[in-house]
Structures are given as structure tokens and as C-alpha cells.
């Protein structure tokens, strides 16, 4: 008859792991910071839940039965691969490829100069990292792991949240200078404005900057002029360079703040309704590789969102 383990069996085989390494209970006892007693009360708990003896009592100490060898050699093997798959963990040794596709701003500015600590942390996992729009379909198959910047929402997917995001003007400090202040939505009459195109797919061109005024409940302005973009870095590397007043999405911002290069003239941080999401096929995880990623990634978010709390104030961003 075949007998199910509980998790109380569990604890008798530690227990009697301990008892058969040392072939003695008040040595096992001494390891286990338990009484003599308490062990033998347990292994003979042990046995009557398995129906044989796995301790032959003597006068002189206890042997292991031919049922109990057999059994310390399979809970020493198990314990030993055990453990050695947890060195293999702390060293982070889990090999192979992972497949990763991501929007490419989400790529450029925020994945990529964070994967040297990824690569300190999984030496052996090697990453296949594609660049591809948002319009591009994902197709099973095709990836392990999908970053997008959406509602989560893809039919037979699996998705984990990882960053809201939160909007706000920005400009080169050089822009400024030999123009009339910059102080509010007002002033943007006297600045070139800069877009990127893709921020609201399916909408017209402008219409991050209309989005953003709006929610800032200030009047309508004539924001429909200046350059377009199609990748949100290029539309910030544009702004670097003093073209014009860009919106810029705190997750696609590394140092630019913090080193001068750009500043917030004016406004507060509000949140475009929008979302980065890491999407895997069912059982996708499965994969200790992407498991391994997909852990990475999360941790690295919730870092990022300690760092930079969603709020409504300039200078906190």
C-alpha cells in the first residue's frame, strides 16, 4: 500500500536524517537542540506511519535496518542535491538564453543601463534583447519575455506589472536663455515645441502635449508645430540639444535631471494612464532562465518606483 507523506513526515525525516548520520539519538538530540526522548518518540512515529523499522535498538546505541540504509541513502541524496542546487542559486548559476523584446525607448534609456548589475548577477544567462514597436503583434514563440508599454491586456497572455509612468515638461537650460521666461503654459508661444509621435498611437501627433496641458487644467494652446519624432529618447536627445520644450516620461530618464542637462521650466508630474508590462506565454516562467529575468525585473521596478515615488510635485521628479 502506498503511503502519502505529510508535512509532518517531513520534519520525522529530517529528524531521522540527523539520526542516521550519527547512528545515535542523544547525538542527533545535541544537533537538533532537542531531548534524546523527543527523538526517539519521532522515529518511532516515523516507522509506525511507514510500517517497518528503520532503527534496530541495542544496548550499546541503535543500526539502521536494511529499510532504514536504504532510506538514509536516499534522504542523503536528496539532501545533498538540494543542497547543492542551492549553491548553484547563490553563485547565480542558472544557464542559458532568454529571449526579451521590448519597446524600444523602454530599452534604450531604462533597461539597458541596468543590465551590467543583471549580468553580475546571472553570469551565465545570455539575453536575446529585440527592439519592436508596440504595433508589432506578439506572437507566441517568438519570445520569453515581452516589455510594452499598454494596459496589460493581451489575449493568452500572462502579464506582470512593472512601472506606472508620470509625464512633465522639460528643456534644455540653454533654451532659455535670450527668450522671455519660461514660467507657464502661457509662455510656450515663445518656444519651439517637440513631440514624439508614438506616445499616443492612433492619435493625432501632438497629442502628448495636448494631454498634458489639459491635465494640468491649463487654457488651450497651439501646440499642433515644431519636430516630431518617432522613438521617445530621440524626442529627449532633441530637447539635450536645445531644439525646444519636450514631455519627457520619468521612467525614460536616467541622469538628465539630476546632471543639468535638462530642467522642469514649469508644471507638475501628472500620470499618463499608461503602464510598462512584462507579458510571458502560460508556463513561460517555468523556464528557470526566465523566471530568473522576470524576478530581476520586477526588483529592479520596485527599486526604481522607491526611488522615484509617483508625485505631483517639479521638484521631487
Partial sequence: M???????????????????????????????????????QQMRQLEERLGYRLFLRRARGVELSAEGQRLAQTVADAYGSIEAELVRLDAGEIRGTVRVRSIPSFLAKWLTPRLSRFQQRYPDIELRLVAEDSA????????????????????????????????????????????PPLHGPADLVHYPLLHDITAWR????????????????????????????N???LTIEAAIAGLGVAIARRTLLNDELERGALIVPFGVAIPNHKRYVVHYPPGGLNQPGARAVHDWLVAEAQAFRELHPLTGAPQDL
Avoid at 25 to 39: K, M, N
Avoid at 140 to 151: K, M, V
Fill in 136 to 179: 508589432q503583434a506578439l506572437t507566441p514563440g517568438d519570445f520569453d519575455l515581452a516589455i510594452d508599454l499598454n494596459d496589460g491586456s493581451y489575449p493568452g497572455m500572462l502579464s506582470t506589472p512593472l512601472l506606472a509612468e508620470q509625464i512633465f515638461p522639460v528643456c534644455s537650460p540653454a533654451l532659455l536663455r535670450g527668450r
Fill in 202 to 229: 492612433g492619435s493625432s501627433e501632438y497629442a502628448e502635449w495636448e494631454f498634458y496641458l489639459e491635465g494640468i487644467g491649463a487654457p488651450a494652446q497651439a501646440v499642433r508645430r515644431g519636430h516630431t519624432f
Fill in 2 to 40: 502506498r503511503r502519502q507523506l505529510t508535512g509532518q513526515s517531513f520534519v520525522w525525516l529530517h529528524v531521522f536524517a540527523c539520526a542516521a548520520r550519527h547512528l545515535s539519538f542523544t547525538r542527533c538530540a545535541e544537533e537538533l537542540h532537542i531531548t534524546p526522548g523527543a527523538v526517539s
Fill in 231 to 233: 522613438r521617445n529618447h
